[in-house]
Each structure stands twice: as C-alpha cells, then as structure tokens.
C-alpha cells in the first residue's frame, strides 16, 4: 500500500534536506502535506514545487523550540481536521568537544532536538488518541545508539529521541497511534552547517565527512523512502525502528 490519500501529514524542518524530500514523496503518495520551518521563503519554494507536480501543501511557518507558537499551530491543525501522520524531523548538530563549554550550543539542541520534537508530539497527540488511530515519526540517529567524540550533547539528545519513541509506541498501543524512530548514519544535508568548531566541521565536510572518501554517504531521498516505507504498511504492523546507514559505514 503505497497510497496515502486522504491522509494529512505535518512535516518540521521542511524546508531542506531529509525533511524537503519526505514531503515531496509523502505528497507524490497522495497526502495534503503541511509544511514547517523558519525559513518562511524556502517553504513556500517547496510548496510551490510540490502543488506544481499535483500535489496538497500548505505552509505553517514555526520555531518548534516556541512552546506557544507550537501549541496556537496545534490548535490550528486539528481545527482543520487534525493531523494523521507527524514527523518529526526539525533538529540541530552543532558538534564540539565538551571542553570548548559551548553551553548555548548544547541549549539549542535540548531546545530544538527534544522540546521541539515533545512541542510537536503534544500538537497532535491529543487529536491522534481521539480519533483512535495517527503516526508519529521521530528523527533520531545512528547517533542515538552510540556515542562520539565532539558528539556527546547531540548524541544525548538522539538517546532520548529513541527512548521517547519507544516508550510513546507502548502508549499509544491503548488508542491505535504507530510511532516509529528513523535512525540515520551519513547523510547529505544541511545539518553539518551548524558545526562552528573549526576543527570538527572540517571533519565533518570533508570527502565522504567522518567515514572518508570511500564512503558514498545517503542521500535524503534514501531516508525518504524508508520513512515512507514505515507509514504506508497495513494498521496493525509498526515499524518500531529503522536504522539506516552508508553500505561502508561501520558505527
């Protein structure tokens, strides 16, 4: 079952990268798609393109880390019918090692990696168990099970990503909600941009970044794919995990 029409599906952090391509294939599958970030000018971009090909997107610009402005988003989506499909992808990797103290860095991704994805989570939640049926799909990380140098704070996050999602899945078991965590080695995305440790974006970046040059990374589509994979299987079946990696890649 590869079609999703008459589905609704929000996407955050769409306006690039993993989250720009699973809107365009959540779309291509036949779901309204809802599209948020804070760059207000690429989403329409992506929504432009999307509705050129055929498709339903609508905008909501958000700063997931705004609690308020992600509850009033919350109360918009379901007053239009709430939604059937969340994921959850909006996050920040501004890797460096701990002794640098970047404490406004490590604020950020508690922000925007944890509360962002809880902000999000609780907009729908409520609508999901009411209507006895919904799909919640968290962006975690291959990061999310095992730990690097420069990555402790983002890898903690991507820790609580999984345990969110596991124990949300035993949750929602009560009221038919399917909860799945995405789980991404190397990909090829915006997200090393947020490294402003020298020395470690220049790792990051580089050919093949931390795996090296013979490593042929992921492209989002491939993400994509899996997530579309996950939210297109029969009701009674959760994908519960997907962990993805570069064929090369070994951690």
Not at 20 to 27: D, K, N, R, W
Not at 104 to 122: F, H, T, V
Not at 204 to 221: K, N, R, S, V, W
């Amino acid at each position: 079952m590869t079609n999703l029409a008459g589905k609704r599906a929000w996407v955050t952090g769409a306006s690039s990268g993993i989250g720009e391509a699973t809107a365009i294939a959540l779309a291509k599958a036949g779901a309204e798609v809802v599209l948020s970030a804070r760059r207000e000018e690429r989403l329409r971009e992506v929504a432009q393109s999307i509705q050129n090909a055929g498709g339903k997107a609508q905008i909501k610009p958000v700063d997931v880390a705004d609690r308020s402005a992600m509850e009033q988003l919350g109360k918009a989506l379901e007053s239009m019918g709430g939604i059937d499909i969340l994921i959850n992808n909006a996050g920040l990797m501004p890797l460096a090692p701990m002794l640098d103290g970047r404490v406004d860095e490590w604020e950020q991704m508690i922000d925007i990696n944890i509360k962002g994805l809880l902000y999000a989570i609780n907009a729908v939640l409520p609508g999901m168990a009411q209507r006895k049926r919904g799909h919640i799909v968290n962006l975690g990380s291959v990061a999310g099970r095992v730990t690097f140098t420069g990555g402790a704070v983002y890898c903690g996050t991507k820790f609580a990503v999984r345990a969110i999602s596991d124990a949300l899945r035993k949750e929602g078991t009560q009221f038919g909600l399917r909860v799945t965590d995405i789980q991404p080695g190397a990909v090829a995305t915006e997200l090393p941009l947020s490294i402003r440790s020298e020395a470690v974006r220049e790792m990051a970046t580089g050919a093949g970044g931390f795996y090296g040059p013979d490593t042929e990374i992921l492209q989002a589509e491939d993400i994509a794919n899996a997530i579309l994979y996950a939210v297109t299987q029969p009701p009674h079946v959760d994908v519960s995990e997907l962990l993805i990696r570069p064929q090369r890649q070994e951690v």
